[in-house]
């Protein structure tokens, strides 16, 4: 079949979170199992556009009220992600470093939404099904069914999937103007809570809801920053998929990016080749264990208790652990942590912003991943830590539930309930105190080496999804 990936984000091109890294993996996994799958993200300026060769397959304009912006649609000539990769070019929107975080970010993702249907329109034939992803392609299942234009996609089947229902890109009825001509008896499609919210939109409108795990998709019945009414609406087309992690990407045996590569059979000494090489980069003690922690510094991922459990937990363990931040995100959060550097000299220390490379090594050298997330719709730090042989320590929440379970129940991880300093620090003192027995540690990190997180186990999972949905046709 012909799948189409709409979405903000795509690793390598572009990335902020878990996002890239799904767009950047399934439909690989798709286009092996021998299907054609063609993913379309905006046009950033980044070093993926500027280091490879494009070709132009489509030209138009996006109207959008009374602007009318000038687009590219980008093919990448060589396939190299293993699919075809589409960027949509507008560049007074979308010629800027980040790819979020501007006032213009509804009139940026909303033209992103009109020229790519306008070039699926503009071909020969219509795929057999169009994946959105997340609130920035919400309202491409809308223009589908109602905007006059898309006439030809009536009877495409959509499907959105959703990696974090907090974020839900709102705006006002001011804007209503931008979304092409459509019968305004279906206006009300778009109102959710007084405004047009384009996650709520994608889910009415969409053939199907996925979420990125099974327990997040029951947690956002009950907790869905306003949306649970409507999800409890949708649950008969919606399903939980846990998502995948890259093997071929992630892989200790075979990532250029480590001091030394491992496997299941080795990971003893190639583990502490890597945290020795960690330990020197950030003046730590690689005999003692390291806890680390990578990620965005925000609440929604347990980020304002981090400097209190580093404090809380380096003075209770005093000069008998170690522990790692990378991260960035909100600029207290960052400066609290950096405000420990003085204290604790020698066993903490700070990367703030975010380094691939870095964060690799950071995998590989760690003994403990903290994840002490209040939301964590999927995750996929906790998959990684578990192929690279370290012990995540997550909160049960969202995917963190469905992927991890307490060494006490045989299990690969630690586990808490709460996402409280106290919550945490017990769990990592728990932790210590695994260290300290080498054949345990060591048990448990083979579980979670041998656990199968692959793609291509998910990648049917979706298949499914979108056969019973083109039945529906």
């Known amino acids: 079949m012909e799948i189409f990936h709409i979405s903000a984000e795509c690793y390598p091109v572009a990335k902020v979170g878990g996002l890239a890294d799904v767009v950047g993996a399934l439909p690989k996994y798709q286009n092996n199992a021998g299907h054609l799958v063609r993913v379309v993200i905006p046009c950033y300026d980044s070093k993926f556009r500027n280091e490879n060769e494009f070709e132009c397959v489509h030209w138009g304009h996006v109207k959008l009220g009374s602007f009318n912006f000038p687009f590219s649609v980008l093919k990448e000539k060589t396939d190299k992600l293993g699919f075809e990769l589409y960027l949509v070019e507008i560049a007074e929107l979308f010629d800027r470093k980040d790819v979020y975080g501007y006032e213009d970010d509804v009139e940026r993702f909303l033209s992103f939404q009109i020229a790519t249907l306008d070039w699926i329109i503009g071909r020969n034939d219509v795929p057999d099904v169009i994946n959105c992803h997340d609130h920035h392609t919400g309202l491409v299942p809308f223009m589908m069914l109602y905007c006059h234009k898309y006439e030809k996609l009536r009877n495409t089947p959509s499907m959105i999937t959703i990696h974090n229902g907090l974020y839900q890109g709102q705006f006002g009825f001011d804007k209503l103007h931008y979304i092409p001509e459509f019968d305004l008896a279906h206006v009300n499609v778009l109102e959710w809570d007084k405004c047009i919210n384009s996650l709520a939109v994608g889910i009415k409108c969409a053939w199907a809801v996925t979420t990125v795990s099974p327990n997040y998709l029951n947690e956002i019945n009950y907790s869905a920053n306003g949306l649970e009414s409507l999800f409890n609406l949708v649950r008969y087309k919606s399903r939980g998929i846990l998502n995948g992690i890259d ?30 090489k960690l330990c020197k980069l950030f003046n730590l003690d690689p005999t003692k264990p390291l806890f680390s922690f990578i990620g965005r510094l925000l609440e929604e991922k347990g980020g304002d208790l981090l400097p209190h459990v580093a404090a809380l937990a380096l003075s209770e363990n005093y000069n008998q652990i170690n522990i790692l931040i990378l991260g960035s995100g909100n600029p207290i959060i960052e400066n609290q942590l950096n405000s420990l550097l003085a204290d604790y000299k020698g066993n903490y220390n700070t990367f703030i912003g975010y380094n691939e490379e870095l964060a690799h090594l950071i995998y590989a050298g760690s003994d403990f991943l903290l994840m002490p997330s209040r939301v964590e719709p999927c995750g996929l730090n906790q998959m990684y830590s578990l192929r ?19 060494f006490g129940d045989d299990g690969n991880g630690i586990c808490h309930d709460q996402a409280t300093v106290g919550d945490v620090c017990y769990s990592i003192q728990r932790a210590v105190d695994l260290y300290d027995d080498k054949k345990h540690l060591n048990k448990i990190r083979k579980i979670g080496m041998s656990t199968d997180h692959s793609w291509e186990r998910v990648c049917q999972e979706y298949i499914e999804m979108y056969n019973l949905i083109i039945k529906k046709k």
């Open 247 to 276: 093997i071929e990407v992630w892989d200790p045996a075979k990532d250029v990016m480590l001091e030394k590569n491992y496997s299941i059979k080795n990971f003893e000494k190639g583990k502490q080749e890597n945290k020795e």
């Open 388 to 406: 690279y042989g370290t012990i995540p320590i997550v909160r049960r929440t969202g995917g963190l539930k469905d992927t991890v379970v307490d």
